[in-house]
């Protein structure tokens, strides 16, 4: 019987790689934003009202014969940078700030908070940083699509590596990505959330997020 | 005479949001396949039904790999007419459109797609076996639902009207959605292919209306 099902792996490594911890459990994780993001490029037709991140609401826009970014989950690690880069037209060059690190791919959070269809966000994101209670933000990566009669995959995955000097509890984990507004801007837009339960990375050890999309016909 | 009194009856019920049809399991993304044929001399729905659409096929998985990836790396995928494309989220103008649907009225090119063919589908399904043309089916614009959900289930919903002009009856066995891709002409491929044993029967006159319904479950 055909489907599409998520699996969510998380890891513990120590401080020389070595595995530690491994559990997968499936993610039940899509939710509204999911389609709110991916609804303009399917219909080609705005949406409105939509609460990105911060909970403020947005449009979500179409721009007829471009490339959009809606569902981009791809991202640089940290929190955000700068680049210098032309913008799409090719006209100018100025600095812009992707969107990325913290606020784009797999994001880990310490609330355990139901995941309900309307959620905006995760409940109490974790910050990328090295202060107490953050942990340091790796890229995220979107590689292994393979296909084996009747299934296909790929994987989401991105590292987090906690240099605080104390434990970090990650109970909860989801997807963010950008929606375009047709207006030379972006917001970002929580598409995924999952309760991991507990998992308790302690200092010098990376965790290890995975997202597998799997089709089985 | 006792006076007329007016009185209020308070009741207080809670109004749970309207339940969202779906035969997905929780944790599951995929669609739900509805079908409905109306008579529209006599108003009334002949046949209705509702199943789990159950081939999200390769193109599918792919599109959605170059997407969440930005990718600008070139993934070779198999058109509807069994050429092989390279497709990626290059910049404009080079390479855009992914997951687009809208068809317009009489486009059999993309958009949802009907066909007779009755053979199972599998993953590396890049067609629908036996197109329908539009002249024995008129094929409507697409047109869409905007995303909703309740408290379990997320969708929105691709629906076209297929209006049976052929002069006899016409069984439908096969359903697909087709996406198109610009990489300097319009390229199209299949995203989900779905088959029904025995059918669905559009009397001549009649009209098939088709529903995919993208959902999710938590």
Known sequence: ?217 | MPRAQVGLNCQLKKVEPERIHSLLEPGELGAMLDLKVFDPKTGKITEQLSKKAESYVKQFLQMLFIKMGASVDVISMTDTGGVARNVSEASYPTSYTIFETNAAITDVNYGIIIGTGSTAPTINDNKIETLIAHATMNYSAVTFGAPAADNTTSQFTITRNFANVSGGAVTVNEFALYTRHWDGAFRYFCLIRDVIGGGIAVPNGQTLTVNYRLQAVL
Request: hydrophobic residues 35%.
């Open chain 1, 1 to 217: 019987m055909g489907k599409i099902i998520t699996k969510l792996g998380l890891a513990r490594y120590d401080s020389d790689r070595q595995l530690i911890e491994k559990r997968t459990q499936p993610s039940r994780s899509w939710i509204k934003h999911f389609f709110d993001v991916t609804f303009p490029l399917f219909a080609q037709q705005q949406l409105t009202n939509i609460p990105d991140v911060g909970a403020n609401n947005r449009t979500m826009g179409t721009l007829s014969g471009s490339p959009k970014p809606n569902l981009m989950v791809g991202s640089p690690g940290g929190s955000v940078q700068q680049i210098l880069a032309a913008k799409w037209n090719g006209y100018s060059i100025n600095y812009y700030t992707p969107l990325s690190g913290q606020n784009n791919g797999i994001i880990v959070g310490s609330n355990n908070t139901a995941v309900t269809t309307g959620d905006n966000a995760l409940n109490t994101r974790i910050n990328h940083g090295v202060a107490a209670g953050e942990l340091l933000y790796g890229g995220t990566e979107i590689f292994g699509l393979t296909f084996a009669n009747p299934n296909g995959s790929f994987t989401i995955r991105r590292f987090f590596e906690n240099v605080s000097g104390g434990d970090v509890t990650v109970q909860e984990c989801g997807i963010y990505c950008p929606g375009w507004n047709a207006a030379e801007y972006t917001y970002q837009f929580c598409i995924a959330r999952d309760i991991t339960g507990a998992i308790v990375v302690a200092t010098t050890e990376i965790l290890e997020v995975t997202y597998t999309v799997q089709i089985t016909v």
